[in-house]
Each structure stands twice: as C-alpha cells, then as structure tokens.
C-alpha cells in the first residue's frame, strides 16, 4: 500500500498499489486493522474501477436533494440470485435497488429509520459496507486527485 490517504472519518482510505485487490489482501488489511487497534472488523477492498463503476451506475442519483440520504452499499460479493428487494409500497417513501455488488438506497426520513427489514440486509451477506453519496463524491475527488 502506497500513498494512503484517508477520508475524514469515515472510515475509507484511498491508495496505490500495483495489483488488483484480492479476498486475501482483504483479509491481510483486517488482520493489520485487529493488531494494530484491537478492532476486528470486516473489510472492503474496491479497486479504483470498481468502485468508479458502483458510484456511476446509481440508478437513484436524480432521487432526492440530501446527499447524506442517499446511501450506496458497496460488497465484496456478487449479490444472492435468490435475494428478494422488499417492494417499494413496503418502503416508502424509502427506495431500494439492487446492482453489481451494490444495494442503492434512498433514506429521506434518515438512514437510522430505513424501513428496508433486517432479514434482507442477512440475505445480502456477510461483508457489506454502506457509504453516503457525500462521502462517495469525496472518494472520488481523492481518486481524482491520485492521477
């Protein structure tokens, strides 16, 4: 890992490296993260175009003015064939859509009172992380800033 910049405190960092990231090299990063803080947590590696691909193809960016409810749920995973979207009268006025190793959300009354069940999020699977557009903008500009 070269030139590693983190993003406020969110949680996300932005660096070089010279291959592509693997379950393995996630795996290696979690066990730094345990040793070096006592956290255990689980991680997400995204190259820069994977994670360029998710942050493009939100099919919700003209949804709603709040950044901070617009939410993107990056995985490390393909999605489940069987995974069932609860249905938008179930959510509303919240709006969930499914893409490439992405859950796209709409939250306009707050992400802490989403409506979407926690048995669809345990369908999702394991290794899951969920970003704010605002926060997906400034991964962007630090992408951006890299070359």
Request: aromatic letters at 4%.
């Amino acid at each position: 890992m070269r030139e590693a910049v983190t993003i406020l405190q969110s949680g996300n960092i932005v660096f070089d490296a010279d291959t592509e990231p693997s379950e393995r090299d996630a795996r290696a990063v979690e066990a730094q993260l345990a040793a070096r803080s006592g956290v255990a947590a689980g991680v997400v590696l995204l190259s820069d175009d994977r994670f360029r691909a998710v942050a493009a193809a939100n099919p919700l960016l003209g949804v709603g003015d709040d950044l901070s409810k617009l939410m993107v749920t990056f995985l490390d995973h393909e999605l489940p064939a069987s995974l069932a979207t609860p249905g938008d009268e179930e959510l509303a006025p919240e709006i969930v859509r499914l893409g490439e190793r992405a859950v796209y959300q709409w939250c306009p009354l707050g992400v802490s009172n989403s409506r979407v069940p926690l048995s669809f999020w345990r369908e999702v699977g394991p290794l899951a992380t969920g970003r704010n557009q605002r926060t997906v903008l400034r991964i962007l500009e630090k992408l951006d800033a890299r070359g």
